[in-house]
């Protein structure tokens, strides 16, 4: 399985951004995806994981209201909204997946992660 994220960049304070993850393979529809960062000098944070479906979705309380995740099972493809940033959001934001029946925040439990893409905010 590869996965591939795409979508970072520079914004500023207050504005959005949606990165987007790709991901090889026929078994995406059994895959529960997730998103995380990883801002420097700081551990891996969980922020966002789909259902296999889509129809269960959970947040880290930095992304509660602010983002939302989504995906499209015909395109292999799983998304992240992130509305309202701020410099705080800066970091390398990763895609990943495992498959399971259940989204799940910790990211022991998660098998295949993409390379990462940087998304900076600036004030």
């Known amino acids: 399985v590869q996965l591939v994220e795409s979508g970072g960049g520079l914004v500023q304070a207050g504005g959005s951004v949606t990165l987007s993850c790709a991901v090889s393979?026929?078994?995406?529809?059994?895959?529960?995806m997730g998103w995380f960062r990883q801002a420097p000098r700081k551990e891996r944070e969980f922020v966002a994981a789909?259902?296999?479906?889509?129809?269960?979705?959970i947040y880290g309380d930095s992304a509660k209201g602010r983002f939302t995740i989504s995906r499209d099972n015909a395109k292999n493809t799983v998304d992240l909204q992130m509305n309202s940033l701020t410099p705080e959001d800066t970091a390398v934001y990763y895609c990943?997946?495992?498959?399971?029946?259940?989204?799940?925040?910790?990211?022991?439990?998660?098998?295949?992660w993409g390379q990462g893409t940087q998304v900076t905010v600036s004030s």
């Open positions: 990943a997946a495992r498959t399971a029946l259940f989204a799940s925040s910790s990211s022991a439990l998660y098998d295949d």
């Open positions: 789909i259902s296999r479906r889509g129809g269960t979705t």
């Open positions: 393979g026929r078994t995406f529809s059994e895959k529960v």
